[in-house]
């Protein structure tokens, strides 16, 4: 099914001519010069094709004839190639080029042995009259020899538009020279069901997936023994199909994709099967920016708010056409999560869904997170990449444990339970920085929902009476009550007790409550604090009326519940500071 | 279909795995018919007969998992056994070897439940003492007691299958109502052109896929 939707992908782009998708016999490879050849097949002169990225200077991406495989030995392109194949030269001065320069003038040869084209008879009249000895002196008189030797190579025709490889002429006798190549095995294609169509022998690797080796992995592959049934060490994928889903896959993976996002070790790619607005900012929902970040650029805060109006309506359960009209629900809509394994990728997820479907999914899960904010700069919608840090040691991104990663990924795209590993994760995090955060209140909220079936509300209960909520309560009633008594201690109770009190009540919290009685004590002595001794004692007193004892552990679950107990019962008398600053 | 059987099959994982995606290993959604061949193989088979699956039930949601497995990436060379056999010698396999061992991530199925449908026929390997009645009566005989040549397992070894003849109805299966495109499926190996795959269109109406006989003209097409 994944190779299938990416071949449909395929045919979706190929024929929309302005998708830059290369056709059959081409492939996309990075060039940065091009020599311009007048007719004889003079040179005239160097163009620099790459583009300017801040102050880097990157090669242009390209449709040219196919790259050929090259492990070792030499091995030409067509009409375009290294210096070192174009030129007979490149930065080492060795002679293993006089046979690559060699290798692209006989393929010249070969292919187009009778071609009169203009292009072709200027580069083979090019070929015939250079001398590579000379490439340094003469190159450098157009543009930096050190930059032109490392770099892939294309020609132009002197005063004519575009390059010589994309002649038509040219273009046919290369597809003509490809299908003769295909002698191989005639087998049924698995990807289209097409019968005797030329089997595919290498499929070309793919970049771009994160952690990934550069050179590319692959999806199809069988580089061991083990890997081998029945004796087929290919699969049965056709020549043209197994061209299309690279072409597909890697068209999406590369720099700067809007269909591409990368969570943790794993890199999801997404498409639809028609065309879509949601390919365009279903990132942006994964992933949304706060909306009151800086308003640099007008355009991007007209979309992040246009996000954010669409986050709101979706997690409300309300539909998303109505905030982005042009949205067909109905269209199938594709997730495809890779990760690297050594020079191969696993799979980690594959999705199938309609863009209704995944825009609810993904509603659910940010209602689920939903919880009352701690500081008004915590984003309302938090980016899944900014929750993950939650979980790891340092809040480093490297830390997060890859299991995790997907596992909250899938929960929030497909609508899976989230991974059982993440609530004790949570708390461990917890334990060891003795800090309940927003992002943290939030992830055990959703698990407990969605995992438990748990009722667990957005912001502060009082009237809620389930044993660990209460018991999160009265400790962080317990806390401000120390915090008022003795101001600016080294280490509070919470810094203390947070980890123990929560999986053992029973032993902690009587200690607790005699520490509070003398921080009350203490409190009341204080003319202007009177009053505050008063109202601890009093909450402390109905907090503790609501249950009979203090059970001696606590599972994960409860231990999460007391957490969210705590973080209400905090962020409310915070809130009631400022009303009455404010009053 | 006089002789048809109906076998139910479950088991807490599964993995059909694609040919193509057969290292870092991911299933087909459901059982493919050469799998569940496999299964009704493993319970009951002579070369007097063959076995032909009719339809595949699916009867429980399609849940797919992620799980990372310790394997190996080679096989027993073909002559050592051979020589190990001749001259009495031990035949090992080193798992534990670095150089062998490699860990490998597998999307595979999770709480599968699967009725399989289906008949067999007579070969011309049947002699004068074979006829249909007499397998069908060993088949059902060998299922109700729980017997089988080896573990029948749910697409890997590590996966058994439980099995159990359904004597009634089908159980209703998850996917009533609703139909759904599979894409191309491995039917079978066809042994006889050199181990040829065979591929077919798969695709499940009201959970049921029925895959086509081998040699019919919608496979060979």
Redesign the interface.
């Known amino acids: ?4 939707a990416l071949h449909g992908y395929y045919e979706r782009m190929i024929a929309d001519p302005d998708s830059g998708m290369p056709p059959y016999g081409t492939s996309i490879e990075n060039i940065s010069f091009a020599l311009i050849l007048d007719t004889e097949g003079n040179l005239r002169g160097v163009e620099d094709l790459r583009e300017t990225d801040g102050k880097k200077r990157f090669p242009r991406k390209m449709a040219v004839p196919a790259a050929v495989t090259r492990t070792s030995g030499v091995k030409a392109n067509f009409l375009w190639d290294k210096a070192a194949y174009v030129l007979g030269a490149d930065k080492n001065e060795t002679n293993t080029n006089v046979p690559r320069f060699a290798a692209f003038k006989e393929l010249l040869h070969e292919i187009g042995a009778d071609l009169a084209d203009p292009g072709f008879v200027a580069i083979r009249g090019f070929m015939e009259s250079w001398e590579p000895d000379e490439a340094e002196t003469i190159i450098n008189a157009y543009s930096p020899w050190e930059e032109v030797a490392g770099a892939n190579l294309v020609f132009r025709l002197d005063g004519v538009r575009g390059f010589i490889h994309d002649r038509p002429p040219l273009q046919n006798v290369w597809r003509t020279h490809c299908a003769k190549l295909d002698e191989a095995l005639k ?2 294609c ?4 097409e ?1 005797d169509v030329p089997l595919a022998r290498v499929h070309t690797p793919i970049k771009g997936v994160v952690g990934g080796q550069t050179s590319g992995g692959y ?14 060490d290919k ?3 056709g020549e043209t199909s197994a061209f299309a889903y690279t072409t597909a896959l890697n068209a999406l993976l590369t720099r700067g994709s809007r269909q591409k996002i990368t969570i943790g070790d794993m890199t999801i790619v997404f498409w639809a099967e028609r065309s879509n607005p949601v390919e365009d900012f279903l990132a942006d929902l994964i992933d949304p920016a706060p909306v009151d970040a800086l308003p640099q650029i007008q355009i991007d805060y007209q979309t992040t708010l246009k996000i954010h109006d669409l986050l709101q309506a979706i997690r409300s359960g309300k539909r998303a056409v109505d905030i982005v009209p042009d949205l067909d629900e109905s269209v199938r809509f594709y997730l495809l999560a890779l ?1 690297p ?2 020079s ?7 999705e199938t869904n309609t863009v209704g479907g995944l825009l609810q999914k993904v509603g659910i899960h940010f209602q689920q997170l939903e919880i009352v904010r701690q500081f008004d700069s915590d984003p309302e919608f938090p980016p899944l990449w900014r929750l993950l840090r939650q979980t790891a040691p340092l809040g480093k991104s490297e830390n997060i444990p890859p ?1 995790l990663a ?1 596992g909250i990924a899938k929960a929030m795209l497909t609508g ?1 339970p989230y991974p059982q590993s993440l609530l004790p994760t949570v708390l461990g995090r917890i334990r060891a920085e003795h800090q309940v955060t927003y992002f943290r209140a939030a992830l055990i909220k959703a698990f407990l929902i969605r995992n438990k079936q748990w009722e667990v509300p957005v912001s502060f209960d009082p009237a809620r009476t389930d044993r660990p909520y209460l018991l999160g309560r009265l400790f962080a009633v317990l806390e401000k009550a120390q915090e008022e008594a003795v101001p600016g201690t080294n280490a509070t109770i919470k810094d203390r007790y947070l980890g123990s009190v929560s999986a053992n009540p029973g032993q902690v919290f009587h200690m607790l409550l005699k520490n509070a009685a003398n921080h009350t004590a203490k409190l009341r002595k204080e003319p202007e604090k009177k009053g505050l001794a008063f109202s601890y004692d009093k909450m402390i007193q109905d907090i503790i009326d609501a249950f009979d004892d203090f059970p001696a552990t606590m599972s994960s679950e409860e231990q999460g519940l007391f957490m969210i107990g705590y973080y209400h019962q905090r962020k409310d008398f915070f809130t009631k500071k400022n009303k009455e600053t404010q009053s | 279909m006089a002789f048809g059987i109906k076998l139910r099959v479950w088991g807490d994982y599964a993995c059909w795995t694609r040919p193509e995606m057969k290292v870092e290993r991911v299933s087909y959604d459901v059982m493919t018919p050469s799998a569940a061949r496999g299964i009704l193989e493993a319970i009951h088979w002579k070369p007097a007969i063959r076995w032909v699956v009719d339809k595949i039930h699916v009867l429980k949601p399609i849940i797919f998992d992620n799980v990372r497995r310790n394997e190996v990436s080679s096989k027993i060379p073909k002559p050592n056994p051979v020589t190990a056999m001749r001259d009495k010698k031990p035949l090992y396999f080193l798992v534990d070897d670095g150089n062998n061992r490699q860990q490998r991530a597998a999307t595979l199925l999770r709480h599968v439940d699967y009725v399989i449908e289906a008949h067999f026929v007579l070969t011309d390997k049947a002699g004068p003492e074979d006829n249909e009645g007499k397998h069908l009566d060993i088949f059902n005989r060998r299922v109700r007691a729980g017997q089988f040549f080896h573990q029948p397992c749910l697409g890997c070894r590590e996966f058994p299958a439980s099995f159990e003849l359904v004597e009634g109805e089908v159980p209703v299966s998850f996917y009533v109502g609703q139909t759904r495109e599979l894409g191309y499926m491995l039917l079978d190996i066809d042994f006889s052109q050199g181990m040829t795959p065979l591929f077919f269109k798969a695709e499940m109406k009201d959970g049921i896929i029925e895959p086509p006989p081998p040699w019919s003209a919608e496979v060979r097409a």
């Open positions: 099914m994944i190779l299938q087998v049924q698995l990807i289209t069901g019968h999806i199809v592959s069988f580089n061991a023994s083990a890997f081998v049934s029945y004796g087929r699969a049965d994928v990760a394994n050594a191969r990728l696993a799979i980690r997820f594959w299991v997907g899976s």
